[in-house]
C-alpha cells in the first residue's frame, strides 16, 4: 500500500519568513515524490518534482529515504505563495498510481 | 498547451439519479484518475486507468464505476447519486515520464 500524510492542515507565516510544508509517505519499493499546488481559482498544477531535483518559486524540496520524508521549503515566504499545497508519490509497480496526501493550506501574511 | 477538460463546472443532481462525470484528455496519455477532493481530507483515489478497458479501484470506490472505452476519454458514473456524494470531482491523465495534468474540476451537488 502506499500512503501519505501531511501532518498540517494550515500553515500561516508572515511574509519574509522561512516556511516548512511537511510530508511523509509510506512505499515499500522505489517511490517518485511530487508537490502539486493549487492557487485561488486555479486547477492543481505540479510544483516540482524530486528526480529533477530544482527549484521552482523558490520552494526546494529532498527527498529524505531514511526518513521517509519528502518536505517542502522556502526560505523567504511571499504573499502569492498562499495557496493549497499538496505532496503527493507515485508508485513504480503499481501502474502509476497516484496517492495525494490531505493538503496544506499555506496563507503568508503582509 | 496540454488539455485535460471535464465536460461540466457545476452540477446539480437529485438523490437516487444515474450522474455522468466525462473526462477527456489531448496529451495520449496512458493513465487517467478520478478523484474526489474534500476539505480536510484531501484528494482521494476513486479509480484509475492505465489503459484502454482496463481499470483499477482506488482508495474509494463504493458507489461509482468508471468506463475507459477510448484512450482520451474516461467517465465517472454514479449509479445511484446520494448525498455523500457531494464533492469536487477531478480528472487527471499522465504518462509514465510526466507529471499529472489536472482537469478544471466539477463541484457536484447531489440534492
Known amino acids: 500500500a502506499q500512503r501519505v500524510t501531511q501532518p498540517e492542515k494550515l500553515l500561516s507565516v508572515f511574509k519574509g519568513a522561512p516556511v516548512e510544508l511537511k510530508c511523509n509517505y509510506s512505499y515499500s519499493g522505489s517511490p517518485e515524490l511530487f508537490w502539486y499546488v493549487q492557487y485561488s481559482r486555479q486547477r492543481l498544477q505540479l510544483l516540482l518534482r524530486h528526480i529533477s531535483r530544482e527549484s521552482i518559486k523558490g520552494f526546494t524540496a529532498d527527498l529524505n529515504k531514511g526518513e521517509t520524508s519528502f518536505h517542502l521549503k522556502k526560505p523567504f515566504a511571499q504573499e502569492e505563495d498562499s495557496a493549497m499545497y499538496y505532496c503527493?508519490?507515485?508508485?513504480?509497480?503499481?501502474?502509476?498510481?497516484?496517492?495525494f496526501g490531505q493538503g496544506t493550506i499555506l496563507t503568508v501574511h503582509p | 498547451d496540454v488539455k485535460v477538460t471535464q465536460s461540466s463546472r457545476y452540477l446539480v443532481k437529485r438523490t437516487g439519479e444515474k450522474v455522468f462525470l466525462e473526462c477527456v484528455q489531448d496529451?495520449?496519455?496512458?493513465?487517467m484518475f478520478w478523484y474526489r477532493q474534500d476539505p480536510g481530507l484531501g484528494l482521494r483515489l476513486i479509480y484509475f486507468s492505465y489503459d484502454v478497458k482496463m481499470k483499477e479501484k482506488g482508495d474509494i470506490p463504493e458507489g461509482y464505476s468508471v468506463s475507459r472505452e477510448k484512450k482520451e476519454r474516461f467517465s465517472l458514473i454514479l449509479e445511484s447519486a446520494s448525498t455523500n456524494q457531494t464533492s469536487m470531482y477531478l480528472c487527471?491523465?499522465?504518462?509514465?515520464?510526466?507529471?499529472?495534468?489536472f482537469g478544471q474540476g466539477t463541484r457536484l451537488t447531489v440534492v
Open positions: 496529451m495520449d496519455h496512458e493513465n
Open positions: 487527471a491523465s499522465q504518462s509514465q515520464n510526466t507529471e499529472a495534468f
Open positions: 503527493a508519490l507515485r508508485g513504480g509497480t503499481s501502474y502509476g498510481k497516484l496517492t
